[in-house]
Structure formats: C-alpha cells, structure tokens
C-alpha cells in the first residue's frame, strides 16, 4: 500500500515538472507518455496520445470541466476531444490518477474565420407550425441526453473513414440563412449523394439512435465510445437498429433529402463531449493539419 502511494506521489511530481517546463509530450521512468497539440483551432478535434495507463489507478482525463474515465482505453490509447467553438485563451487538460492530478497542460486556441452561406428551403423549416414545436424540442432534448453520456468502451478508430463518395458541397462551422433569414452555424459536413446511395459508418461504433427527426430527417447516432458521436442526417432510408454495432464502412442507411434540405446529401455530424466538431480533419487527407509536438 505504502509502496503504492509512493510511486503514485513520485509520478505526480514527474510529470507536474515536465509539464511546467511547457513540453507538449511528457515520459517517466516508469514509461508513461501524454502526447498533444500545443496548440488547438476553434471547432478541429485533437488527439490525445497517452501510454503507460497501466501505472495508474482509476486514470480520467479533465478537459472541459467533464472527466472521461480513460479505462477503456487501449494500452497505448489516442482519444479524440473537442475544441468548442466558443474555446479561447488556454484551456487546461489535467490527468488523474486516483484523483490525484498527475498531469497538466494549457493548450493554446486558435481562432478561425467561418463564412456564410445562403440557401432556401421549404418555409415550414424556417418557421415551424406551432404543433411541431413540442416535437421539435423533444428531439432535442433527445440528442442533449444522447451526447451526455460517456461510453467507457471505446470504439473508434482514426482516420474516420468518409461516409459517402460525394465531394463536400456543405463546410463545417459557416453561418447558415435560410429564406433570407440568419440561423445557426452549420455543424457538420455535408457530402453530395445521389438518392438511395449508400451512406457508411465512419468507425466501429454502437448504434444509439435510429428514428425521424423534424428537422434532420431520417437520423443515425453512432456511439463510438468515450463521448465521441457521428451523426448521420436527411436520409431516405435507415438500415440499422439500436444497440447494433456497425463497423467502418457500413452502410447504415441511404442517402436522401428528409428533413430541412435543399436536395439530396449527406449531412454527418461529429459530436465530442456535447461540442460539434469538424469530422473533415479527422479523415485520412484533411486539407490541414495540425502541429504536434512529441
């Protein structure tokens, strides 16, 4: 017990040095090593490298002020985590053992400029008739509980595979008007489809919702573990069941135009820890990328 504590105590203070000396990946003798950006851009993921899980006891990561138990994670795990739109200055990303803070860091933020696009769409899906509306918030409220969750499992593997053949018609992050009137930024990547195309799951993940929604149409939630989520929205038809597991490339439904669209697409949402993310950059080519440093 005592031996415990004491290694505990010493693998505390080796890393809270390394990490005050401002290195972006840290390593003790008894070979644990986090590996992460120095700095983040405004609605990009990032990776989080950590080995050596194994020297700690009950390891979670804090980022965000919510903890994600890092169990689950393989031996030498990589973890996706967000960065919200909304992220400036330094947030810090801690680790635990046993409670007790074994690592830190403060991660720069990048700010990105973020474009608009005008589109026009069915004028019920700009002002919904007033019997949508407690539906409406009920799907809401639906995804808000779906996203809550932090599934210890993991599932995912990187790079996520792309959804559907199409090229993106639909950027993540740019400022949407719809009939001339300004609405939400649009929080996904959309990919041109023909209709009844095949629409695939991006990595290994648990199906954790199939159903119709108001707004996305025909909807798909996969759980990939650790509160990271793709969303697949508008389509025609829906080909897996909740609870299913669904591995990269499956089809998990067909592309259409249900909900508010403008024709047939893809709409895929990445989701991690509640903040939408762009799903691009964490394809095989992105178009940029990030500076690690290890």
């Given at each position: 017990?005592?031996?415990?504590?004491?290694?505990?105590?010493?693998?505390?203070?080796?890393?809270?040095?390394?990490?005050?000396?401002g290195e972006?990946?840290?390593?003790?003798?008894?070979?644990?090593?986090?590996?992460?950006?120095?700095?983040?851009?405004?609605?990009?993921?990032?990776?989080?490298?950590?080995?050596?899980?194994?020297?700690?006891?009950?390891?979670?990561?804090?980022?965000?002020?919510?903890?994600?138990?890092?169990?689950?994670?393989?031996?030498?795990?990589e973890l996706?985590?967000?960065?919200?739109?909304?992220?400036?200055?330094?947030?810090?990303?801690?680790l635990l053992?046993?409670?007790?803070?074994?690592?830190?860091?403060?991660?720069?933020?990048?700010?990105?400029?973020?474009?608009?696009?005008?589109?026009?769409?069915?004028?019920?899906?700009?002002?919904?008739?007033?019997?949508?509306?407690?539906?409406?918030?009920?799907?809401?409220?639906?995804?808000?509980?779906?996203?809550?969750?932090?599934?210890?499992?993991?599932?995912?593997?990187?790079?996520?595979?792309?959804?559907?053949?199409?090229?993106?018609?639909?950027?993540?992050?740019?400022?949407?008007?719809?009939?001339?009137?300004?609405?939400?930024?649009?929080?996904?990547?959309?990919?041109?489809?023909?209709?009844?195309?095949?629409?695939?799951?991006?990595?290994?993940?648990?199906?954790?919702?199939?159903?119709?929604?108001?707004?996305?149409?025909?909807?798909?939630?996969?759980?990939?573990?650790?509160?990271?989520?793709?969303?697949?929205?508008?389509?025609?038809?829906?080909?897996?069941?909740?609870?299913?597991?669904?591995?990269?490339?499956?089809?998990?439904?067909?592309?259409?135009?249900?909900?508010?669209?403008?024709?047939?697409?893809?709409?895929?949402?990445?989701?991690?820890?509640?903040?939408?993310?762009?799903?691009?950059?964490?394809?095989?080519?992105?178009?940029?990328?990030?500076?690690?440093?290890?």
């Amino acid at each position: 017990m005592r031996l415990r504590l004491f290694r505990t105590l010493a693998l505390a203070f080796c890393l809270l040095f390394w990490s005050a000396s401002g290195e972006g990946a840290s390593k003790n003798t008894s070979g644990l090593r986090v590996t992460h950006p120095e700095e983040i851009t405004v609605g990009d993921p990032f990776t989080l490298k950590v080995s050596g899980l194994d020297e700690l006891k009950e390891p979670q990561l804090l980022w965000l002020d919510k903890k994600i138990p890092l169990q689950g994670l393989e031996r030498q795990g990589e973890l996706l985590l967000p960065t919200p739109l909304s992220a400036q200055g330094k947030p810090t990303l801690t680790l635990l053992s046993g409670g007790v803070k074994v690592y830190s860091a403060d991660l720069r933020t990048r700010s990105k400029e973020f474009g608009s696009q005008q589109l026009t769409v069915d004028p019920r899906y700009v002002h919904p008739p007033e019997k949508e509306k407690d539906r409406i918030e009920r799907e809401r409220a639906k995804m808000r509980e779906i996203y809550a969750r932090i599934t210890p499992e993991q599932y995912l593997r990187l790079p996520l595979e792309r959804p559907a053949p199409g090229a993106i018609t639909g950027e993540f992050g740019v400022s949407r008007i719809f009939n001339n009137e300004p609405r939400n930024r649009h929080l996904g990547v959309d990919f041109r489809g023909a209709e009844g195309s095949e629409a695939r799951a991006v990595s290994f993940g648990k199906v954790a919702l199939a159903a119709s929604h108001y707004y996305s149409g025909n909807t798909v939630v996969l759980d990939h573990g650790l509160g990271v989520y793709s969303v697949y929205m508008h389509l025609s038809a829906i080909k897996v069941k909740p609870g299913q597991i669904a591995r990269p490339g499956q089809t998990i439904g067909l592309v259409g135009s249900t909900g508010r669209v403008t024709g047939p697409h893809l709409h895929l949402s990445l989701v991690i820890l509640g903040e939408a993310q762009n799903a691009e950059v964490c394809m095989a080519e992105p178009r940029s990328s990030q500076n690690r440093k290890e």
